[in-house]
């Protein structure tokens, strides 16, 4: 067995000899493309659209402009990696790309996390939510977040040898997967509890008083949805890096680690995916998205002014 993994390994050339790296190159710059594009599409849609300025839009915001920095800097650098052979793990523009996919995927994972606890807010606690959700408060949630992400990227800066990166990947899979995905779960349990039991109340009282609460409970519920989709997305097309951050803290052997090195590039691709997919995900589902979209796009203009 390990033969043959060896013979897997010896196969893993320089990235100009090897046409699988040439791929990646072409398909990181396409990637970035569409993340870019996306991406400034949303920010140009929040920045122009009224009914989009609101105050729990700041956390799709910065998600926005984390997204829309991986198209123009994560990818193009991913890309880059190839056509110079800077494959190592301690190569500057390795080191590099460490730090901008570890500050991607703090500020992703964080942000969703506070979209969460926002959401829980607006379905459980509706009455009190203009006093809790406030626009400083949003305002300085982002600001910390980023500043958290610069700062605990910057750690890679310290690791100087390739056998301690392991202790860093498994760091941050604890930091950026187990702690978010257990508030975010328990944030949407309630969410959806609370929904239903919202419903029923509704159903079971069908004076027109309720029409506006109705509305209201219907729109959260469906933004709750929106940006569950959101996250389960963002989990399915991270994990794989995620699974073999563990299988590189968990293997000595330099032939797993020189697989897990090839299969890392594969991984960050797949993940990255994920910045160009949010905006079409939040134009589907959300209707102020679509309409902004609409009118941006010049597509059934005069039905979009009609119905905004």
């Not at 187990?178 to 029923?200: D, E, G, S, V, W």
């Not at 563990?246 to 995916?273: E, G, I, K, Q």
Request: glycine share 0%; proline share 3%; hydrophobic share 50%.
């Amino acid at each position: 067995m390990r033969s043959a993994n060896c013979t897997l390994c010896d196969k893993i050339e320089a990235p100009m000899e090897n046409s699988s790296y040439k791929v990646l190159a072409v398909l990181n710059i396409f990637s970035g493309v569409l993340s870019v594009a996306s991406n400034l599409l949303v920010l140009t849609a929040i920045y122009n659209f009224s009914p989009l300025r609101k105050v729990s839009i700041f956390f799709i915001l910065s998600l926005a402009v984390a997204d829309f920095l991986v198209g123009l800097v994560m990818n193009p650098v991913y890309a880059w990696i190839f056509f110079v052979n800077a494959t190592e793990e301690n190569h500057p523009l390795r080191v590099a790309e460490h730090w901008l996919w570890l500050q991607a995927v703090v500020i992703s994972t964080f942000t969703l996390t506070a979209v969460s606890i926002e959401r829980y807010i607006a379905v459980t606690k509706c009455l009190h939510y203009l006093e809790i959700v406030t626009a400083k408060r949003c305002l300085c949630c982002v600001a910390l977040t980023w500043l958290f992400s610069i700062i605990y990227a910057s750690l890679r800066f310290f690791i100087h040898r390739a056998k301690d990166l392991p202790a860093l990947w498994i760091s941050t899979t604890m930091l950026t997967v187990f702690i978010p995905f257990f508030i975010i779960l328990y944030c949407y349990i309630c969410i959806f509890k609370a929904a239903r039991t919202q419903c029923m109340r509704i159903a079971a009282d069908s004076s027109s008083t309720n029409a506006a609460y109705c509305k209201e409970v219907l729109k959260n519920k469906k933004a709750a949805w929106t940006l569950c989709i959101v996250i389960g997305l963002f989990a399915l097309l991270w994990s794989p890096s995620f699974i073999l951050s563990l299988w590189d803290s968990m293997t000595a052997d330099p032939c797993d680690r020189r697989c897990v090195n090839y299969l890392w590039f594969w991984a960050s691709f797949l993940s990255f995916t994920s910045s160009f997919c949010n905006p079409w995900i939040y134009s589907i589902r959300m209707r102020e998205f679509r309409l902004a979209f609409f009118k941006i796009l010049r597509i059934n203009h005069a039905s979009a002014n009609k119905e905004a």
